[in-house]
Each structure stands twice: as C-alpha cells, then as structure tokens.
C-alpha cells in the first residue's frame, strides 16, 4: 500500500484532497504534515519590498527540510503539496529528490488547460488571437502570480497560446477562516460571475484545493457561457495515482 504525504499550507486544504482520494483512489495510506504558518510568512513576504532569490528565500529551506522529514521519517512514496503558492520552493524540492513523484497542487490542472487549448485553440502567441482564455480564481493573492508564470512556461513548452485574468476572491479565505462556508461559495460565485460579464472566456481554474466546495455552484453559473471549470483536487489525484502506478508501487 503505497504512503502519500499531504503537505499543507492552509488548514482549509485537506478535507477537500481527502474527498478526492476516497472517491477516485482509495487505495493509498495518507498521512498529513501541515505548516500553516508558511501561508502567514509568504503572504507577509509578498506584500513587502524584499527582494527574494534561492539563496535569500527564507520559505525554502523549510519547504526542504519538511520535505525532507517526509521522506525519511515519514517514509513516503509520493508527496503532493496542496497550497498552489509555493511553486518556486516545489520545483526545487523536486530537483533534490528526483527519485520520488513529488507534485504540486496544480500542475496536473493546468496540463488540462493546455491540453485544451491544443484542443480548441491550436498554436499562437500568448494572448494574441487564437489563444486559450483562462481566468484563474484565488482567495490567497500569492497564488495568483505563482500560477501565472506555471502556465506561461507550460504554453511556451507546448507551443500553445493562452492568454490569462486573475480574479483575486478579496474576503473569500476570511470566511472560511471563520467557518462561513457558503459566503465564501457566494463570494467566489460573484467574482467569476463579474469577470464573465467582462467577456472572452474559454476556462474557469479555481485555483485552491479549498476552493472545490464552490466547484458545483461556479459550473451551475457558467454553463450557460459555455465555459470550462476546473477544480485542482480531482486532477491533483489522478496526476499522483498514475505516477506511482508508472513506478508500480
């Protein structure tokens, strides 16, 4: 029975992973490790003028020896983290264990979204005519411009043009801090419903594993356009169930 280690951020992310795993991969043992303190620093971080660089980032070093702890006290076989801000600290945890599927929270998403914009809009220029519109959702602004640059390099790499918004849910993660599920629902409903009056969207990504429980109420808003909506934990599932099944574990 394959161990995966669920590396939180937020205290809102596991129930909705959790969700995830037992309806389309029951099989593994998960274990959890939370540091919800790294969401406070980082968003303090990005709101200051500091300048970060690998060697000043002062999150990395404790993304790897978390990471670290994992692997060797935790005994994983896989480590999904589930707060989509830290894609820099991921991709530099991978580089040091490249013997073990490591996956960001959203990297399995956004192959989605070039795929559909291979589907639907074929080759062009970022943001030019012919790219895929993609409107990605937070409630935790540092997100934003992480997933931003992940879907840039993405369709640069597959030679796809997509052409983002971002819609920051101002108000959305303090409700949830409180317990107010269904404001936050409302909030996030109301923001995608104001960006599609805008015009020019092919995708909705809600961008946060804590934001699927608006999933269903966002697809009910924007059928009528036509629109995608993607959620991270279903396709964060199936990303890590089909590395560890390549590695038959």
């Known amino acids: 029975m394959p161990r995966i280690v669920l590396f939180h951020a937020l205290k809102h992310s596991p129930p ?14 998960l274990f959890h490790l939370m540091d919800d303190s790294l969401s406070f620093d980082l968003a303090t971080l990005s709101s200051s003028t500091q300048t970060t660089s690998p060697t000043t980032d002062p999150i990395l070093p404790r993304f790897r020896h978390l990471s670290h702890y994992a692997i060797t006290q935790m005994k994983a076989d896989a480590i999904l983290f589930t707060c989509s801000a830290f894609g820099t600290q991921i991709d530099a945890v991978k580089r040091d ?40 959702v937070s409630s935790f602004l540092p997100t934003l411009g992480s997933m931003s640059a992940e879907v840039d390099q993405m369709a640069g790499e597959g030679g796809v043009g997509v052409c ?16 107010n599920g269904e404001r936050h629902d409302e909030l996030v409903v109301k923001a995608v419903r104001d960006e599609l009056a805008k015009g020019g969207v092919d995708v909705v990504l809600l961008t946060q594993f804590s934001m699927e429980r608006a999933g269903d109420k966002v697809r009910r808003e924007v059928e009528k356009y036509g629109v995608h909506v993607l959620t991270t934990p279903e396709a964060a599932v199936l990303g890590i169930k089909k590395a560890l099944e390549a590695r038959k574990i």
């Open 97 to 136: 264990f490249p013997g073990i599927p490591i996956h960001t929270p959203n990297e399995s998403a956004l192959r989605r979204v070039i795929e559909l914009a291979k589907e639907t809009a074929g080759p062009g220029r970022r943001g030019g005519e012919g790219a895929l519109r993609v409107m990605l």
């Open 164 to 179: 983002v918004s971002r819609v920051f849910v101002e108000g959305a993660m303090e409700a949830l801090n409180v317990g």
């Open 16 to 29: 909705p992973i959790e969700s995830a795993f037992k309806k389309l991969y029951p099989i593994p043992r």
